[in-house]
């Protein structure tokens, strides 16, 4: 059992009829672990918050900021190469609890009622590589990309994918 913590830069794969740019977002995740090791194998799940969303800039939307929070739940398989460095992969399953717009241009924020607009729950799958010493501190990378879109019924997007870089320190007790 432990805990993590990290930073997400995170983004959204938007495609429609509309040409825009799509950059970063820098957000947090924070949950906790629990894991069963089976010799060089594992099993590793957690339950956290973690931000996600993107910046975009488009012919329709100019200088906004989605943001969208998440609790998220990894199912990942471990392999460890060393005693101290496993390989990591699996599911993620979501459930959008928040979301908000801010327009940079006005500094106005909008909140939406996501329940009509997004789907309430995401798939992933991620992989990445992890590093725990003896006394319980580690750290890990791994990557997150979205199977599912998110949006439902927004006419100027064919769909959205969430895709996220996850960066952190782990404790284990």
């Not at 800039?57 to 060393?82: C, E, H, Q």
């Not at 990309?145 to 019924?153: L, R, V, W």
């Not at 769909?159 to 960066?167: A, G, L, S, V, W």
Request: with cysteine.
């Amino acid at each position: 059992m432990g805990v993590k913590l990290g930073v997400n830069v995170a983004t959204q794969e938007v495609k429609g009829p509309y040409p825009a740019s799509v950059g970063n977002l820098t957000r947090v995740h924070v949950g906790i672990i629990t894991e069963q090791k089976f010799g060089k194998l594992g099993f590793q799940a957690e339950a956290m918050y973690s931000g996600h969303g993107c910046s975009y800039n488009g012919i329709i939307r100019k200088n906004l900021k989605s943001r969208f929070d998440y609790i998220n739940v990894p199912l990942f398989a471990k392999w460890y190469i060393t005693d101290n460095i496993a390989i990591v992969g699996g599911p993620q399953f979501g459930m959008i609890f928040d979301q908000e717009f801010q327009d940079d241009r006005t500094g106005v924020v909008r909140r939406d009622d996501f329940s009509t607009q997004y789907s309430r729950f995401e798939t992933s799958v991620g992989g990445g590589l992890e590093f725990q010493l003896n006394n319980g501190m580690g750290c890990y990378g791994r990557y997150i990309y979205g199977i599912t879109e998110i949006d439902e019924d927004l006419p100027f997007l064919t769909f959205t994918k969430n895709k996220t870089i996850q960066f952190g320190l782990s404790y284990r007790f």
